[in-house]
Structures are given as structure tokens and as C-alpha cells.
């Protein structure tokens, strides 16, 4: 689906009166062009006027009623690191709103929706629907290695082999990776963590050879400075190699996985630096250390699940097993 949508921001106001008056005092606005407002990090909002280039192109409003009617019976399954668990919560938020009796959601298991290791799995009662969450961040196993090797090796991570829970996901109606957070250098072989293939331990393999055989953000720095979104393109990152790398493996496999889609949100979550959580994060030991990788709810998530639900009708989503 292209979104045919060209942006710019014309002022911001601290409050809504004055954002009012904004767009009444811009002259451009013409039949065609959509307008939405946002609060950004000062708390103050913009004023953005999105307009369209092509006449064909259009994006669904996300209706939370109407995903879980189509999602009656099903499972939808997100697997991956903690990015993926912040997609899958804000997927949760939004479906919930359109439930009228809350204690119908509820975890399976009983367990707390905390930051965990493992899987949760929130039921939708009245649908019969399991929205679930599995953490794999590497999306396969990690282990010792077979043989003995040296105090340098600490884990081995064997990319060609899926992670065990896998075998959880057969039959998930919708199934959601997301891979990329923790493939950098920091988080494998700086940690003594080393790549795996056929029971082999190879040192000498960089971090994007085994991406690309499994077929980066980084952790840290300071954020909190950005309080409003980027508005200057040449600031923006190139496209990080690990996109290309899921493209091209997508686009090599879809003559026999024609269901199989990449949802590149790279790009239009960049613009958005004043969405982290920053050093509004949980308390934790370290307080000095903010978080520039996850972000604020609701927030960009919501977003990516408004794309999420958009392509999912685009291609006549429906669980074959819902009531019609």
C-alpha cells in the first residue's frame, strides 16, 4: 500500500485555542490535504498538513472493534525483542478500548505484564482471541556451544536453527517478528556471545553475515534533549543494513510465502527522536541511563499498528474461522 502523503509542519502552540488559530491563518490548506495535530515533548502541539500526491492513495482509521470481529477465534502472535513487546502492548491498549467489560482481557497464565522473560498472553474473551507475546531477540536459539572452546566464547548463537518456541506459533493467524535491536556488536560478541552454524562456532563472523544467514539500534546515549519531531530530512539515517537484508530475503521467498510482507516503519519512526521514553524510563538501578530505544505509549507503536491493521485489510484479513 503507498502512502502518498507529502509532510509539513507550519507552527506549534501550547494550547488548543492557538493551534486553532493556526490553521485558520494558513492559507495553503486546499481540498485534499489532511490536517493532524500532535503534542509533542514540551507539551505544546503541532500542527502538521499531510497532502496527498496521488488521488488513489488512502490509509484506514483503525478500528478496534472491527480487528477483533475479524480476529474472532484467532490467535495473533508478535515474536521477538523488547521493540516487538512495545508493538505488542500498544496493540493490546488499542484493542481494548473497544471492550465494554474489562475483566473479559486478562493473561492467560495469570502472570504480571512486567518487563519478564518468556512469553504472555493476553485473552480477549468475549472473542475467543489470544494476542501473545514470545521474547526471542535474536529469533533463534542461544546456547553453549557442542564443543569445548575457549573463556572467550560465553554463548553461541546457532543461526540456523529457529528458537524453540517456535513451535508455539504454528497456527497463529497473524504472526509478527521484528529483529534488529540486539544484532550489534555490543550485544553478541563484545559480550562473548559468538555465531553458531551446523553445530560450528565461527569467531571470525561479523554481526550482519549472521543476520543475514538468520535470514542495530543501540542502547544508551541521551535523548531527552529532542522535545519536538525532526523536520529536517537530511538529518535522517541511511537505511540500516539489516532492512535490506529482510527485504531482500522477503522479496527471494514470496513465490512461496506470498502472505509474507516486510513493514518497513524505519523510516517514518525516525522522525520521531522526542517520542523515547528518555529518562522518564521505570526506576531502575541506573537512572543515569536513559532509554533511546523504546517508546512512550501511546505513542509511534500505535502507529505501526494503524499500518499493522491497514495492510491487514488490504488483503481481506479474516480468521477462516470467524462467525460472518
Known sequence: MELGFETKIIGTSPIRKNVCSLIQDFDAINVGEKIMIIRIGDGSRTVVIFQEQFSHCSIYRFNASDLLERSRNGRIVFAGDSIGRNQWESLVCMLVQAVSNYSTVYEEKGKSINKHKGYLSMRFDDYNLTVEYYRVPFLVNVGHPQHNFSDQIQKAIKVDQLHWYSKWWIGADVLIFNAGHWWNEGKTTKM????????????????????????????????????????????????????????????????????????????????????????????????????????????????????????????????????K
Open 192 to 323: 562473548g556471545f559468538f555465531f553458531e552454524e551446523e553445530g560450528f562456532v565461527n569467531t571470525t563472523m561479523g554481526v550482519m553475515e549472521a543476520f543475514r544467514r538468520n535470514g542495530t539500534w543501540i542502547d544508551g546515549g541521551a535523548c531527552d534533549s529532542f522535545i519536538s519531531p525532526e523536520t529536517n530530512y537530511n538529518k535522517l539515517e541511511n537505511e540500516p543494513l539489516n532492512n535490506r537484508i529482510v527485504f531482500t530475503t522477503v522479496e527471494q521467498t514470496k513465490d512461496i510465502y506470498k502472505n509474507v510482507q516486510f513493514l518497513n516503519i524505519t523510516y517514518l519512526t525516525e522522525f520521531r527522536k522526542d517520542a523515547h521514553i528518555s529518562k522518564y524510563r521505570e526506576s531502575t538501578k541506573d537512572m543515569m541511563v536513559q532509554d533511546c530505544s523504546h517508546w512512550c505509549l501511546p505513542g509511534v507503536p500505535d502507529t505501526w499498528n494503524e499500518l499493522l491493521y491497514a495492510h491487514l485489510l488490504s488483503k481481506g484479513y479474516r480468521t477462516r474461522k470467524t462467525n
